[in-house]
Nanobody, 125 residues
Framework: QLQLVESGGGSVRPGGSLRLSCAASEFTLGSYAIGWFRQAPGKEREGVSCLSKWGGVIRYADSVKGRFTISRDNANNTVYLYMSNLEPDDTAVYYC??????????????????WGRGTLVTVSS
């Protein structure tokens, strides 16, 4: 089974930047659509960004457009989420997810089969 491990979370001040990584056990990570999701305390899990198989289609939630960038390094079986201009509302546990059957990608957590355990991002002064 595909295993996903997130890393790179931490505490930053508003306006700061972080890079989250999602390391996969699967050599053929490029054959999966990848999504990044987040869940803040007391909130529902929401989609942040997704990347289709082989990187042809990228989507972002309106709340992060222009600030976050998703990318995939197939050779190293790693997906990244570059986050800049962080805001307190970005505070959440961030999860990466993968699904082999998606033709493109969707920001719906019900569409993804494999999940990491999450990494915490805290944005505060």
């Amino acid at each position: 089974q595909l295993q996903l491990v997130e890393s790179g979370g931490g505490s930053v001040r508003p306006g700061g930047s972080l890079r989250l990584s999602c390391a996969a056990s699967e050599f053929t990570l490029g054959s999966y659509a990848i999504g990044w999701f987040r869940q803040a305390p007391g909130k529902e899990r929401e989609g942040v960004s997704c990347l289709s198989k082989w990187g042809g289609v990228i989507r972002y939630a309106d709340s992060v457009k222009g600030r976050f960038t998703i990318s995939r390094d197939n050779a190293n079986n790693t997906v990244y989420l570059y986050m800049s201009n962080l805001e307190p509302d970005d505070t959440a546990v961030y999860y990466c997810a993968a699904e082999s059957s998606l033709i493109r990608c969707r920001l719906d957590n019900q569409d993804y089969e494999y999940w990491g355990r999450g990494t915490l991002v805290t944005v505060s002064s």
